[in-house]
């Protein structure tokens, strides 16, 4: 490799490095959301896509469950959607580089699954 292209992928390694020293991107690596959520006492909606690479669905939808029912909060909905990714998208691999390619800009599921969810709160 010659000196010029050494060069060249140092400067795209560091620009490619660069988000995750963030201090956005600490903060999120390092808060933990378990303990806003012991305090949250009202009803609760958690979706995930079981086609999300970047959280899984089943720990995060598990974990935030727990950490409800834990805090004393008794009417928490947990789903897990088939097929669908981080941005709640039909997908086929789930990695965000898929994000663009998909027309789709939340899967209607999502949309019904929030909207009767919300009817039912609000009807009590």
């Known amino acids: 490799m010659g000196k010029d292209s050494k060069v060249a992928q140092e400067k795209l390694q560091k620009k490619e490095l660069a988000p995750l020293t963030t201090p956005y991107f600490r903060h999120m690596i390092f808060f933990d959301p378990q303990t806003l959520w012991t305090k949250v006492s009202c009803p609760v909606l958690a979706l995930n896509g079981d086609g999300d690479i970047q959280v899984s669905a089943d720990k995060n939808l598990e974990a935030i469950k727990n950490v409800l029912q834990s805090g004393g909060d008794k009417d ?15 997908c086929k691999s789930g990695m965000p580089s898929e994000y663009a390619t998909i027309e789709e800009t939340i899967a209607p599921q999502v949309l019904d699954i929030i909207a009767t969810w919300i009817l039912k709160q609000t009807s009590q």
Not at 76 to 90: A, M
Request: charged share 5%; glycine share 6%; net charge positive.
């Open 76 to 90: 928490v909905t947990v789903i897990k959607l088939p097929g669908l990714n981080h941005l709640f998208q039909t």
